[in-house]
């Protein structure tokens, strides 16, 4: 039995040296990418990783479940490390965050309680309530009764949402009473688990935009604006995936337009949750519509969003690391500033057929391209054979990103970037960005 290193914590305002990142998705893949690209940082591990992870520079794979909480305990002994970055939402939600820091490790994620932003709807339209956060009427319902009977009385289509964590695909916008129905339905049958309860939404209209904020707990710095494709078809039709495209600065939201969204959002929720003793260190993310009456929260996540993580990433500067950290030791004031490349950022997911419904798994992938400062290959729903060879593991495979002066451009690199990837099934939209491309 080997003798544990202690936890090691770095000095405040310091990059840290040894980062693990938790998770196995596009965005872990784009996060371990900017953090080996941070100053001072030797290495990466990223646990469980995926079939991409072996080829990021500097990146280590460790073959540790993300609900494996006393496995990555035990890793960040052995490896000395000292920042954890926890990608996905439900380790967050299960206490991952709790457990590490409980042991001296500086961690980037909320703990269970600050999770509940994202793991409990109900929970979090109650303290965008009370904190005064703009946001659309709602019901909330524990049983299926409850809900129809919402729903009737108000004789209008509804938004539904599962309570819980749905892995992105828990809401149904409702185009008619008889669909709102069938999605009450729907999740009282079990769909998102046992246990089920909803909220029901009035519906807003406007364009779609995500505001990062990333938080020491008191602090925050606010990263660029992106919009994301959420739809599987082209032109915004089909149904709801957990995004397809991105890309950033979404122009929708100028320096005011963020300066309003931290003072009319962010700043009154940070409040509400420091006023409920919960300290929140890591990423808010705010989903928010852009209304006639202004801005209005769809949704908070606890995390980083997929696919504008992969999107935002090759923008910020080397000093992510540091301020990641700053976030985890609630010291983000000593922290260097982030700088943002002024530049556009596009994303366009590659899928697997059928996504996002029953999908076909196991085709090999094929890549010619070879990354480069302004183009990157982010794997997302992938695995690694024995022999090397790379496969399809999931809905969304492959994220290629890339940047440039313009969108236009952007676009273009990244669709031609694209063209050199092939797997049976592959599946993309070629219209993402409509709203900034002029060709």
Request: proline content about 5%; aromatic content about 6%; overall charge negative.
């Amino acid at each position: 039995m080997s003798t544990a290193a202690p936890a090691v914590s770095p000095a405040h305002g310091v990059s840290p040296a040894r980062v693990l990142v938790v998770g196995s998705g596009g965005r872990e893949n784009a996060l371990a990418w900017a953090l080996n690209r941070s100053h001072d940082v030797q290495q990466v591990w990223v646990s469980p990783g995926n079939g991409g992870t072996q080829e990021l520079e500097g990146c280590r794979q460790l073959a540790i479940a993300e609900s494996d909480h006393d496995g990555l305990l035990a890793a960040c002994r052995e490896h000395s490390v000292e920042l954890v970055v926890v990608g996905p939402e439900a380790p967050l939600a299960a206490g991952l965050a709790d457990k590490l820091r409980a042991a001296g490790f500086p961690v980037f994620g909320p703990g269970a309680d600050g999770a509940q932003l994202e793991a409990s709807k109900q929970w979090a339209k109650q303290l965008m309530v009370e904190a005064g956060v703009p946001t659309a009427g709602y019901w909330k319902a524990n049983s299926r009764e409850e809900a129809l009977a919402a729903l009737e009385a108000q004789g209008k289509p509804l938004v539904v949402k599962a309570d819980g964590l749905a892995a992105g695909k828990g809401v149904t916008v409702a185009e008619s009473i008889e669909e709102a129905r069938s999605a009450i339905e729907e999740i009282f049958e079990g769909r998102f688990g046992a246990g089920a309860s909803l909220v029901l939404e009035e519906r807003t209209h406007g364009p779609e935009v995500s505001v990062f904020a990333l938080t020491d707990g008191e602090r925050m710095v606010l990263l660029p604006p992106a919009q994301d494709h959420k739809r599987i078809g082209e032109g915004d039709t089909g149904p709801n995936t957990g995004g397809m495209g991105a890309y950033a600065p979404a122009p929708l939201l100028d320096a005011a337009g963020l300066e309003q969204v931290r003072q009319l959002v962010l700043e009154p929720t940070l409040a509400a949750l420091n006023s409920r003793g919960i300290r929140y260190q890591g990423v808010i993310y705010a989903g928010l519509m852009l209304t006639e009456h202004g801005p209005s929260v769809i949704e908070f996540n606890c995390r980083f969003g997929d696919p504008e993580c992969e999107t935002l990433m090759p923008l910020l500067g080397s000093e992510l690391a540091a301020v990641l950290l700053a976030c985890a030791n609630g010291t983000l004031h000593q922290a260097p500033e982030l700088s943002i490349a002024p530049q556009c950022s596009a994303c366009v997911i590659a899928a697997a057929q059928g996504y996002p419904g029953e999908i076909r798994k196991g085709d090999v992938i094929h890549s010619a391209l070879q990354p480069s400062d302004d183009l990157q290959l982010f794997h997302a729903g992938t695995r690694r054979q024995a022999d090397g060879q790379c496969l399809t593991s999931g809905g969304r495979v492959l994220a290629v990103v890339a940047q440039a002066d313009t969108f236009d451009n952007a676009f273009e690199r990244a669709y031609t970037g694209l063209a050199q990837v092939t797997y049976e099934g592959m599946t993309f939209r070629r219209d993402i960005g409509h709203q900034v491309r002029s060709r």
